[in-house]
């Protein structure tokens, strides 16, 4: 079954890794239809407020709830900077209404005001929404809330996070064999619908080995800009530096790294 995988393009930044992101998607996902955002004015005359946090987060949220009123096949919200390894139909294929990747911190995730009542968090970088009546419903009453400032920010990532930990919800794990290999993923249920929030292991965040996941988060800053990025798409992971943001005081993290002996363990283990 055929999907749009979307994403929202704005900057300098951005604008170069685009047609890196678009011909791996299409080489790597068979049935999807890429859809560009890039249209900046979109919620020009409406209620939201330019220099409000989280503004940018409010204009892709809206692109795709566009979208979604209009369309019935799924939607894959896709951040340009979600690295797909390999088809991802299987994903989109799991009886969800919402399919949502995880955010890194479990307890710690940001916004940790909610993921340390979930003991986890979810990241809007990679999230699969289903075409029908209950998650439009959904859909438009977070949206509802990020106009109204509910949360202080129009940050969609804040405001799925909220809106879940403020409902009444139950959380499941649920275990599920993707590509021949085991994974434990959280089922919430709420409001009529099941959101699924995959294991991390599915769509990993900072990655730092080979453990063929579907996909790489890697943030551009934390490997030193565009050209070190673009890297990540073609070359081994194994052999490029360490995408965590550990000892990278610009980025306010002033940690010890742990991961450099992380991969050197698991090298000589293999
Ligand atoms: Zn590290």
Not at 110 to 128: A, D
Not at 145 to 153: A, F, I, L, P, R
Not at 186 to 201: Q, T, Y
Not at 239 to 247: E, K
């Amino acid at each position: 079954m055929s999907y749009y995988i979307t994403t929202f393009c704005y900057g300098n930044k951005y604008e170069h890794v685009l047609s890196k992101w678009i011909s791996n998607i299409n080489n790597s996902c068979k049935n999807s239809i890429i859809n560009i955002f890039n249209n900046v004015n979109i919620l020009h005359n409406s209620y939201f407020l330019p220099n409000y946090p989280g503004y940018i987060w409010a204009i892709r949220f809206k692109h795709n709830l566009d979208l979604l009123m209009k369309i019935n096949i799924p939607i894959v919200m896709c951040d340009l900077d979600v690295i797909i390894k390999k088809d991802i139909e299987p994903i989109i294929n799991l009886p969800f209404d919402i399919i949502i990747s995880k955010e890194i911190g479990e307890e710690n995730a940001y916004p940790k005001e909610c993921s340390s009542k979930l003991g986890f968090g979810v990241c809007c970088g990679f999230m699969v929404i289903k075409p029908n009546i209950n998650t439009k419903k959904i859909m438009m009453q977070i949206f509802k809330n990020m106009y109204s400032k509910v949360y202080k920010t129009y940050d969609d990532q804040v405001n799925i996070m909220n809106y879940i930990v403020n409902n009444t919800y139950n959380i499941t794990d649920q275990e599920v064999f993707l590509d021949g290999i085991k994974y434990t993923n959280k089922i919430i249920e709420i409001d009529g619908i099941k959101i699924c929030v995959l294991d991390f292991n599915i769509i990993v965040r900072d990655p730092i080995l080979n453990i063929n996941q579907f996909a790489n988060h890697i943030n551009i800053d934390n490997v030193g800009g565009t050209q070190n990025f673009l890297k990540y798409f073609d070359e081994d992971l194994e052999s490029l530096p360490l995408t965590c943001r550990c000892g990278k005081a610009h980025l306010g993290d002033n940690t010890i790294c742990k991961h450099i002996d992380l991969r050197k363990n698991y090298r000589d283990n293999k």
